[in-house]
């Protein structure tokens, strides 16, 4: 059993920043697989957002936030994180981070993630 929990989310205006956490426990695997961070705004699609390794950080971004977002790991602590510059209303949603046992090539579809976290709000007010 794998447990995910996000942390980071809330309220920013746009063009701001934010840092988000994705805690793992329990069987990880660390350094083998991959975490991914998907995102859910009301009545869409949860979308992906970013993955990567756990071992190499090797990492693969949607394009609609290329060059704004930046995702990490620390694998000794078995933590992700999403780091989100020069948000904008439209990345207003429920962010999720998840786990996969795929490494490589990194993979932008939820069936490929086993494990999901709860969850955590980012509003970007204009």
């Known amino acids: 059993q794998v447990q995910l929990v996000e942390s980071g989310g809330g309220l920013v205006q746009a063009g701001g920043s934010l840092r988000l956490s994705c805690a793992a426990s329990g069987r990880t695997f660390s350094r083998y697989g991959s975490i991914g961070w998907f995102r859910q705004a009301p009545g869409k699609e949860r979308d992906f957002v970013a993955a990567?390794?756990?071992?190499?950080?090797?990492?693969f971004y949607a394009d609609s936030v290329k060059g704004r977002f930046t995702i990490s790991r620390d694998a000794a602590k078995d933590t992700g994180y999403l780091q989100m510059n020069s948000l904008q209303p439209g990345d207003t949603a429920v962010y999720y981070c998840?786990?996969?046992?795929?490494?490589?090539?990194?993979?932008?579809?939820?069936?490929?993630?086993?494990?999901w976290g709860q969850g955590t709000q980012v509003t970007v007010s204009s």
């Open positions: 990567i390794t756990w071992g190499a950080g090797r990492v």
């Open positions: 998840a786990r996969s046992l795929r490494t490589w090539p990194l993979s932008p579809v939820r069936e490929e993630y086993d494990y």
